[in-house]
Every structure is written in structure tokens, then in C-alpha cells.
């Protein structure tokens, strides 16, 4: 099976050599020639989209002409857990446009597919008119520039003073809804996210304690006191599926973490540390298990706040008993499930599995072989915190 991570699918040219050149909220305003002579490569069209100081992302359910191409695509996206609820009926006149934000039917009939047909999508980031969205961005003069997705669409993410509200729009957290988006918006949507994250968090000049100004089109700060330039950050963080001598797998619930929700084991690596290290260090902290064979399987960005996450395979060392001894501080319950057991346990509801947008998840259908069974205890794709 693939080994599909939502927040890591897309295909996206940073466009780095024009976040210099011009400021993003202009280069809405002048349009796709602005860029001419800037980056390689034809740019055809500039979407903006719009996120929350929090984070949060406008997004809206497919036109009917998304609808049209999500039903033909239903078969290979059957697993999603989509939000159907809100999408219109074929014959709904009042269905949310794309292009047509404010109900004035002004852009109707300029939806597009975002990704391209080959890339259905049960929801998409709300795409308000250029006009709107620079009406929208008045009141906080902060704009992104992600980059650019396949068939020379330009993204803009416009950063908004409140999560306005609109007919159609619903404010969500990335962190549910990721798989539900196109490859290509998710990954757009995952760098705004970023951004904006550390934006909130990196008020203050490290070392000399002014507050910084948004800079290269937001992927930069710097000090007007001692012109220090600041980069986003990442903490690496490593996950692992770690494996018994009979190919159980390791689950645990964390003190932190809802009654029900179990997941596999997770750490930030600390100063100076490999991740394979850091896999060994967590396994043993945290149960008492004793790790052989480190194997990667793969990586995306949580920027909620601001995590890399790195996927590991962990098998027991050989001859090490599976004795497991929680810490009882970080973990509090920890055991060791075969694929029937873990079935069972959350087609019961009595196990609550990692949502479809974690890399945990992603990690567990891969060793269990195919899609978990469906769980009543299923998370709201449109949540909003
Ligand atoms: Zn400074």
C-alpha cells in the first residue's frame, strides 16, 4: 500500500527569488504580471486564501462542478471521511462559489478544480476575490507568499484580523481536515500554518529583544535594532511504530491525551541527538523497552505549533523480553496489539486510532496492511481547534 502523508503529498515551488522583490498584498493588487521577469515559468493565476491568527483556515465545500469530478474519483477516496453534509445539492443556487464569496454571483462560473481533475477533493481552501481579500487584509497588513502549485497557480495566504464569517465558509484546523484537501493545498495550507504559528510566537529579537518585523514576504523576520534576520523553526520530533518479537505492535495513551485516544510513541530529539538515538531514548523512558533495528519510513511538517515529525519502525532488540514498564508521568497505560486485537479494539469504539491526517496513522496502516476499520468514535473534520 502507499504510505500517504497528507501534509507531504503536494508539489510546490516556493517561488523563494521574488519573496524579496515584492510584497505580496501588491502583488495581488498588480495581478500574475507582477512576477514577470521575478521567477522562471508561467504563472497563470493567483489564488489567495485566508488564515486566522490562530491558524485556522477558510475553507468551503466543492462547487458542483467538484462535486461532479469528487463522484467520479468516490471509488479511489472511498476511505475519506469527508464532510459531505455541507456540500450542496446539485441543483442548490446558493452553493458557495470560489470566485463569488460574497453571494453576488460575481465570478460564477470560474470555480476550478484545485490540483486539476486528476486530484479530486471533498473541500477546498475558500478563494475569495482578489478584491475581497485585499478589503479583508486592511485591517492586518500581513500576507504570505507559499508559492506556487501545478498548472502556474500562485498561492497568497492573507492573514485576517478575526475569522470573518460567510455563507459556505467554515473555519477549520488543519490538523483534522488535511486529507480532505487537494495534495497541492494541503501543502500550501501546511507553510501558511507554519507561518503564521511562529509569526505568534516569534514577537521578540533573540538577542537584542525588540520586536521583529515580518519580512520576505513573511518568511522572515528582522530586528529594527540590530537587524537580525530570524528563520522559521522546526522541532524535530521523532514517532515510532515499535514491533514485538511477534510483529504486535506498541500502542500507549498518554496522561495528556483523551480517555479512549491511543497512539504510538513520540519524542523531540534533543540538543545533539540523532533521531535514531532519540528513538532508543523515548522507547526506553517511556516503557522500558529495550530497541534493536531503527528503521525511517518517512517525514512531514506539524505545524501545530511547529513539529517535524519523523516516522520510525522500532523493533525490539533480540532477546529482549516485552516487558513493558510505563513511567506513569508521560504514559500511562502502554501494550502490545496484533492486527485482529487493534481491529477489534476500535471497531468497538473501545480504542480511538489516530486521526487520517497524523503520520501515526499513516505508520499503523502500514504495518496492519490496508486501512484501519472505521471508528464510531471518528474526530469532526471541520473542528476548529
Ligand atoms: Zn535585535
Known amino acids: 500500500m502507499a504510505f500517504t502523508l497528507p501534509l507531504s503529498r503536494g508539489v510546490l515551488d516556493t517561488l523563494a527569488p521574488a519573496r524579496d522583490a515584492i510584497d505580496p498584498l ?28 490562530a491558524g485556522r483556515l477558510a475553507v468551503c465545500a466543492p462547487t458542483r462542478g467538484h462535486v461532479a469530478v469528487r463522484r467520479e474519483g468516490a471509488a479511489v477516496r472511498a476511505d475519506a471521511d469527508t464532510p459531505f453534509a455541507t456540500i450542496p445539492d446539485e441543483g442548490d443556487a446558493a452553493s458557495p462559489v470560489p470566485g463569488a464569496p460574497d453571494g453576488t454571483g460575481e465570478g460564477e462560473g470560474e470555480a476550478t478544480v484545485p490540483g486539476g481533475a486528476q486530484d479530486p477533493a471533498p473541500l477546498v481552501l475558500w478563494h475569495p476575490e482578489v478584491r475581497v481579500a485585499l478589503e479583508l487584509a486592511q485591517g492586518s497588513p500581513s500576507a504570505m507568499l507559499m508559492g506556487r502549485t501545478r498548472g502556474g497557480v500562485v498561492h497568497v495566504a492573507v492573514k485576517v484580523a478575526d475569522p470573518l464569517e460567510r455563507p459556505g465558509v467554515t473555519w477549520v484546523n ?7 484537501l487537494s495534495d497541492d493545498e494541503s501543502a500550501v495550507a501546511a507553510g ?13 529579537c533573540q538577542r537584542c529583544g525588540r520586536r521583529v518585523t515580518p519580512t520576505s514576504s513573511g518568511w522572515t523576520t528582522t530586528c529594527p535594532g540590530c537587524a537580525t534576520i530570524e528563520y522559521p523553526r522546526q522541532d524535530p520530533a521523532v514517532i515510532m511504530a515499535v514491533l514485538d518479537h511477534s510483529d504486535r505492535v506498541l500502542l500507549a495513551h498518554n496522561s495528556a491525551w483523551r480517555s479512549g485516544f491511543w497512539s504510538v510513541l513520540a519524542g523531540f530529539v534533543e540538543a545533539g541527538e540523532s533521531p535514531d538515538r532519540a528513538v532508543r531514548r523515548e522507547v526506553l523512558e517511556e516503557v522500558g523497552l529495550a530497541v534493536g533495528e531503527v528503521e525511517f519510513m518517512g517525514a512531514q511538517p506539524w505545524p501545530f505549533p511547529r513539529s517535524l515529525m519523523l516516522g520510525h519502525l522500532a523493533r525490539l532488540e533480540p532477546g529482549a523480553a516485552a516487558d513493558i514498564h510505563v513511567d506513569g508521568v508521560e504514559i500511562d497505560s502502554a501494550r502490545f496489539f496484533t492486527r485482529a486485537e487493534l ?7 473501545r480504542l480511538e486510532p489516530p486521526g487520517p491526517t497524523a503520520i501515526a496513522r499513516a505508520m499503523l496502516e502500514e504495518w496492519y496492511g490496508g486501512p484501519l476499520p472505521e471508528s464510531p468514535r471518528r474526530i469532526d473534520p471541520l473542528r476548529q481547534s
Open 343 to 349: 481491529a477489534e479494539e476500535i471497531s468497538s469504539g
Open 174 to 180: 488543519l490538523r483534522w481536515c488535511a486529507h480532505l
Open 192 to 204: 501558511a500554518v507554519a507561518l503564521v504559528n511562529w509569526h505568534r510566537q516569534a514577537v521578540f
Open 26 to 53: 501588491t502583488l495581488l493588487a498588480e495581478g500574475p504580471g507582477a512576477l514577470e521577469g521575478l521567477v522562471e515559468g508561467e504563472v497563470r493565476e493567483l489564488r489567495p486564501f485566508l488564515v486566522d491568527p
